[in-house]
């Protein structure tokens, strides 16, 4: 049974960071790309992080370059997007996803909202 269980999410006040975190099981975790998504009211579905299935290649949407920091520990199936220096347009509910080919898995998200 595949899940992704997401964790870190909060409430956080304009300039603070928050760590989440996507815990991975049910499938070969090493052979799958790793994404961040948000979501926020009313908006598309954005893709935030993207990480290579061997942690070599890191790519970001330009809202968050230089702010966020995606990273993944194959030992121990968890992919994390370390968010520094929030804001408010930040706020979101954030999903990870695991992607090979036409496979893609999505987890049931972390509400992140930052606000003073």
């Known amino acids: 049974q595949v899940q992704l269980v997401e964790s870190g999410g909060g409430l956080v006040q304009p300039g603070g960071s928050l760590r989440l975190s996507c815990a991975a099981s049910?499938?070969?975790?090493?052979?799958?790309?790793m994404r961040w998504y948000r979501q926020a009211p009313g908006k598309e579905r954005e893709l935030v992080a993207h990480?290579?299935?061997?942690?070599?290649?890191?790519n970001y949407a330009d809202s968050v370059k230089g702010r966020f920091t995606i990273s993944r520990d194959n030992a121990k199936n968890t992919v994390y997007l370390q968010m520094n220096n929030l804001k408010p347009e930040d706020t979101a509910v954030y999903y990870c996803?695991?992607?090979?080919?036409?496979?893609?898995?999505r987890g049931q998200g972390t509400q992140v909202t930052v606000s003073s």
């Open positions: 996803h695991a992607v090979r080919g036409l496979f893609e898995f």
């Open positions: 049910g499938f070969t975790f090493t052979t799958y790309a």
């Open positions: 990480i290579s299935s061997g942690g070599g290649s890191r």
